[in-house]
């Protein structure tokens, strides 16, 4: 099988299309045949050697993933050949404390596909059969490769860590992101106002169609100012972050009294400064999300179904140009998702 492996890191690092055995599964795995998956920031981080783990190359990126079922281990019986599915990419073990509860974000034995082992840029992969969950009927492979991780991330960012009210205000950092475009969608179904930010007219715009009420220019250093504006000073009552950096302290200046920053990534930096006293004060909160739980991807992949969730997808590139995917994502130049199809 065709597999597009990173063999150095770097940035940009180097891809191979390497002709791998087919996998074969243990008794409690399963063959996918990969039709789509999509790009992450976490794939650049692999690519670049940025993640705070080891990781041995060559390996196979790609953690967001849809395909058909091809080959059964011998020990699952829940699952056919040729059923269509999307894979949860935190990889859980299903017995620790966490797992048993139905905290799949938290389990002490979690593995990355695409990162701990080999992903989806391939034209087959192997997996857990726990991971596996069905694609309902309408959801197509794109669909699916599309809100598997950066759709279910969101859901669980707004579903689990937080919860929104009705008429709540909700910001959403980086609007046509993946996770970004997701979370408007899904905060304007819950019944939120949402705020969104974006870096161009075209993301700014996409913010809007997706159901953003009010978008500000992120690059107006000032951004936060026009937030307290739009709430007529109160502030917003929770704010869907996933940037990190110096944008993590800017959200705290947009929260109303007895709001909830949730944040789930640190590409502009992991180390922050920040004022604690306005933070207790105000009684806020800071809440860290991590993946999701299986219930996240089962409501995302439902919520598509339902028509309530809509994946944004720029554009979708062949397997041997999984480097071009790449640096596209890289060039930040990108309304949504980039997708791989082998
Ligand atoms: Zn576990």
């Not at 994502?329 to 949504?336: A, E, N």
């Amino acid at each position: 099988m065709k597999a597009a492996q990173l063999i150095a890191h770097g940035t940009p690092g180097k891809f191979e299309l390497c002709e791998l055995p087919v996998p074969r599964p243990t008794a409690e795995q399963v063959v996918v045949d990969v039709r789509a998956c999509g790009l992450n920031r976490l794939d650049l981080w692999l690519e670049e050697g940025g993640l705070p783990i080891q990781i041995p190359l060559p390996r196979t990126p790609g953690g967001e993933l849809a395909g058909q079922i091809s080959e059964l281990g011998s020990a699952v019986t829940d699952w056919k050949v040729g059923d269509t599915v999307a894979i949860q990419s935190n990889l859980y073990c299903g017995e620790c404390e966490f797992c048993k509860r139905g905290e799949e974000s938290l389990c002490l034995r979690s593995e990355l596909l695409g990162v701990n082992r080999d992903g989806g840029f391939a034209e087959k992969v192997v997996v857990p059969a726990r991971a596996l969950a069905s694609l309902p009927t309408g959801v197509g492979f794109e669909t699916a490769a599309a809100l598997t991780l950066a759709g279910s991330t969101a859901m669980h960012m707004l579903t689990d860590r937080a919860q929104v009210r009705p008429s709540d205000w909700v910001l959403v950092i980086g609007g046509a992101s993946g996770v970004g475009s997701a979370a408007i969608q899904i905060a304007r179904q819950l019944g939120a106002h949402v705020i969104s930010t974006g870096s161009t007219e075209t993301k700014r715009a996409l913010a809007i169609n997706l159901g953003a009420a009010f978008v500000v220019d992120s690059t107006d250093a000032n951004w936060p100012a026009e937030v307290r504006k739009l709430t007529n000073k109160r502030g917003v009552d929770l704010v869907i972050e996933h940037v990190g950096g110096d944008v993590l302290p800017k959200c705290f200046e947009c929260l109303a009294r007895g709001g909830t920053v949730v944040t789930c990534g640190a590409t502009a930096g992991r180390d922050i400064s920040f004022n604690l006293w306005p933070f207790f004060v105000k009684q806020q909160r800071l809440i860290g999300s991590y993946g999701r739980n299986r219930k996240d991807l089962v409501a995302t992949l439902a919520w598509a179904a339902a028509g309530k969730l809509k994946p944004v997808i720029d554009l979708v590139f062949p397997l041997d140009q999984a480097a071009a995917a790449f640096a596209k994502l890289r060039s930040r130049d990108v309304l949504g998702k980039v997708l791989v199809k082998p």
